[in-house]
Nanobody, 124 residues
Framework: VQLQAYGGGLVQAGGSLRLSCEAF????????MGWFRQAPGKEREFVAS????????YYADSVKGRFTISRDNAKNKVYLQLNSLKPEDTGVYYC??????????????????WGQGTQVTVSS
């Protein structure tokens, strides 16, 4: 399974971006997909996840109400809409896939595959 994330960029505070992640291989429609981010000098942190059918979504408290995760199983893609961006949202954003249906989706160790990351930079 390969995951390719893209859509990052430089944006001013208050702006928006849409990240995309495309999966190649594997049974995408059965996977839980997650987005994580990592700022310089910090650990990778959970941002959002979505269940295989998109019936359930989870968000980190820091992004609730501003970010929206969605997926299109027909296209093997997952998206992350980032609105009302803040400088503290700056970091490399990674998409990840897991087929482990139990456990904490916010933990990195439950994910089987990771994308290469896409840089998001929010200027003040």
């Amino acid at each position: 399974v390969q995951l390719q994330a893209y859509g990052g960029g430089l944006v001013q505070a208050g702006g928006s971006l849409r990240l995309s992640c495309e999966a190649f291989g594997g049974t995408f429609s059965r996977s839980i997909m997650g987005w994580f981010r990592q700022a310089p000098g910090k650990e990778r942190e959970f941002v959002a996840s979505i269940s295989p059918s998109a019936a359930s979504t989870y968000y980190a408290d820091s992004v609730k109400g501003r970010f929206t995760i969605s997926r299109d199983n027909a296209k093997n893609k997952v998206y992350l809409q980032l609105n009302s961006l803040k400088p503290e949202d700056t970091g490399v954003y990674y998409c990840a896939a897991r087929w482990l249906y139990s456990g904490d989706v916010a933990r990195t160790d439950g994910y089987n595959y990771w994308g290469q990351g896409t840089q998001v930079t929010v200027s003040s």
